[in-house]
């Protein structure tokens, strides 16, 4: 089974400041990866997603993440933060064939100070 | 252009009592899933169904049930609630159930 793993828990960064979430997946076949972000008090909404073709994702907002396969990675990143930025970022995976669920990480709060 | 939508959007329940949560998904989605999210972790996949048949179960008590109607709407039947059945229930529907996930806002089950 796969599974997810975001390294971070809990992010706190100034204003302006760039910012990297990892995220970790495991299995070794073809995967499609989303990058989901829960502000406080709202509905899970979709930021990007990875299916195929570049691994360089770009999203809404600003945020991009790379895939890199042979690191089992797809890292959220955005050059400069904003105070609106403030909330959970959870990572999924969905693998295999077929119509798949979606495997969360447990979640990266991150807190943007003004 | 109405996202997912669901019913209730919060609910009290007493132990051992039955809950059933509804689930609208967005026009032209065929299949819907649902997940579990505790408080501080990431959802918890339960069910997907996609045309109306189950295509998916994650690791939950038989206690969890769910079904898809004709028009692709869900319910989601949980019996003999226990306390640590409080979270939040998320549906989430897609075109194909594989494709990309559109969330409804949940409800927040508390049992006491």
């Known amino acids: 089974a796969q599974s997810v793993s975001q390294h971070n828990h809990h992010v706190i960064l100034s204003e302006a400041a760039s910012l990297e979430l990892g995220c970790n997946y495991s299995y070794g076949g073809t995967v499609n990866l989303f990058w989901y972000v829960q502000y406080p008090g709202q509905h899970l909404q979709l930021l990007l997603k990875?299916?195929?073709?570049?691994?360089l994702v770009k999203g809404i907002k600003g945020f991009e993440a790379e895939f890199i396969k042979s690191k089992f990675s797809f890292n959220l990143r955005k050059p400069s933060v904003q105070w609106s930025d403030t909330a959970e970022y959870f990572c999924a995976v969905n693998a295999g064939t077929g119509r798949r669920a979606l495997t969360f990480g447990s979640g990266t709060r991150l807190q943007v100070q003004p | 252009d109405a996202g997912v939508t669901q019913s209730p959007t919060h609910l009290i329940k007493t132990r051992g009592q039955h809950v059933t949560l509804r689930c609208s998904p967005i026009?032209?989605?065929?299949?819907v899933s649902w997940y579990q999210q505790v408080l501080g972790q990431g959802p918890q996949f339960i069910f997907q169904y996609y045309e109306k048949e189950e295509r998916g179960r994650g690791n939950f008590p038989d206690r969890f049930s769910a079904r898809q109607f004709p028009n692709y709407s869900s319910e989601l039947n949980v019996n003999a609630l226990l306390l640590g059945d409080s979270a939040l229930y998320l549906c989430a529907s897609s075109p194909a159930g594989h494709d990309g996930y559109t969330f409804g806002s949940g409800t927040r089950l508390t049992v006491v």
């Open positions: 026009s032209g989605h065929k299949s």
């Open positions: 990875y299916f195929s073709g570049d691994p």
